[in-house]
């Protein structure tokens, strides 16, 4: 039980971070374009964009709230809950290679993540 978060690319190529079939935030351009993209989710329980994705090291999308520390449920990557019904009508299985994924205690700066993409 709880919510349903997940980081998935839909059938129209384009990142969402979702809650339970809601998007918070989605890249403006399909990244199914068969190169490596870095893509960065970033959840603060305050400020105006508490929910914010990156792309290439680059602020793509933001909202205000993001999602709550304290709810409970499952975290995806590269898979949504299927269900056509979902923003973007994800695939049941991700058609794509994910790499390096990680998970942080603390949100990450839009520095740090610039920096990470540089890095990478």
Not at 23 to 39: E, F, I, K, R, Y
Not at 73 to 97: E, I, K, L, M, V
Not at 98 to 118: G, K, N, Q
Request: proline share 2%; no cysteine; net charge negative.
């Amino acid at each position: 039980s709880g919510v349903e978060r997940s980081l998935y690319m839909g059938s129209d190529g384009k990142v969402r971070f979702v809650r339970d079939g809601a998007a918070l935030v989605t890249s403006p351009t399909a990244l199914n374009d068969g190169d490596w993209h870095h893509v960065v989710y970033t959840n603060a329980s305050t400020g105006s964009s508490s929910a914010s994705l990156y792309v290439d090291g680059t602020k793509v999308d933001s909202t205000n709230p993001g999602v709550s520390s304290t709810a409970s449920g499952n975290w995806r990557a590269g898979q949504a809950q299927w269900s056509s019904s979902w923003t973007g009508s994800p695939d049941q299985y991700f058609r794509g290679d994910l790499d390096e994924v990680a998970v942080y205690a603390t949100t990450l700066s839009a520095s740090a993540v610039s920096a990470h993409y540089s890095a990478g």
